[in-house]
């Protein structure tokens, strides 16, 4: 019998280091009572237990020190199903358990987060889920499941200009462009070894034309009820329509070459009452400086719109 005395036990006493190394040393050499027994508690946890078990961790909260002890205390240890994975799946009575028990609740009200519809994560949170995923490399079996999951599949047009509206008005910063560039790597585009020529060779000047445009998709209406490719492009389109100056929208195809050889160039608008090109021009890239001095070169007027002018003509005035 434990003495009268509630002194020899305290709900949430913590043992001194020298105590747990004694702990410790005695049980070294045991072998578990559970070792080699895999499938879970032996014997089955009955459901009375189960559910005592869930009242006393409802509503818990872990703190920051403990999760990261935690986490210190797993570090080298290998995943009980590592290399299992797929072998265990819940029945179809578990997950409408799952699904019935979870529904309404508040995911992340158990860990002190609370989740709203368009949440934002922090610029901290979002750097770390950056470098936790640099590197990760999804297998070829991963891939083939994606690809097979998404065959058929169609995005309606709500989510298009959800998605539109999101990405409106978003800069991508120096880093961010060098990301999404080395995300490409290795990548073969659509047009690899299908120059705007072998187009051109195979369906003739005007339909060759109609495929590289429904490539480059145009989705901004214009006020002379056409669509171009971009905003500045809409902006210009508007401005030369409410000043009454005939222009048409990527009229024609050129064929130039240089000193490095030949290639394709469309320039956006053309002016006929003065036989001026126009360019509208968000990055300069080294093929976009090429043709523009080709362009030039060949004996043809061009003006170019940029980020150092374009504000003139965004006013609509």
């Not at 001194?16 to 190394?21: I, K, N």
């Not at 640099?134 to 991963?142: I, L």
């Not at 599949?153 to 080395?182: A, L, P, Y």
Request: hydrophobic content about 30%; glycine content about 10%.
């Amino acid at each position: 019998m434990p003495p009268s005395s509630d002194a020899w036990f305290k709900s949430g006493h913590i043992h001194t280091d020298s105590v747990r190394q004694k702990i410790s040393d005695s049980l070294r050499g045991n072998v578990p009572w559970n070792k080699g027994k895999t499938g879970g508690h032996h014997p089955p946890l009955t459901e009375e237990t189960r559910r005592k078990i869930g009242e006393a961790n409802r509503g818990r909260n872990v703190s920051e020190e403990t999760r990261r002890k935690l986490s210190e205390s797993h570090k080298g240890h290998a995943p009980g199903n590592k290399g299992i994975y797929g072998v265990y799946h819940h029945t179809a009575e578990t997950r409408l358990k799952i699904s019935l028990a979870n529904k309404g609740k508040n995911k992340g009200k158990h860990c002190g987060i609370k989740f709203q519809p368009g949440h934002k994560h922090s610029p901290e949170t979002l750097e770390k889920m950056r470098i936790a995923s640099t590197g990760r490399v999804k297998s070829p079996e991963t891939i083939a499941k994606f690809r097979a999951k998404m065959i058929g599949h169609s995005v309606s047009d709500e989510t298009k200009k959800k998605i539109g509206d999101s990405h409106r008005g978003m800069k991508f910063t120096d880093e961010q462009r060098q990301h999404i560039s080395e995300g490409h790597i290795g990548q073969i585009p659509w047009n690899k070894g299908k120059r705007i020529g072998s187009y051109i060779e195979q369906h003739g000047v005007e339909e060759a034309y109609k495929i590289v445009r429904k490539r480059m998709m145009a989705r901004y209406p214009t006020m002379k009820g056409e669509m171009v490719r971009s905003r500045w492009e809409q902006a210009v389109a508007n401005w030369l329509f409410k000043h009454s100056i005939g222009y048409l929208y990527e009229p024609r195809i050129f064929a130039l070459t240089d000193a490095d050889g030949g290639f394709s160039y469309v320039p956006d608008f053309h002016l006929p009452d003065t036989d001026e090109w126009i360019e509208v021009k968000g990055w300069w890239f080294p093929a976009s400086i090429r043709k523009v001095n080709a362009f030039r070169e060949a004996g043809y007027k061009l003006k170019v719109i940029d980020g150092k002018n374009i504000k003139q003509y965004q006013g609509g005035e």
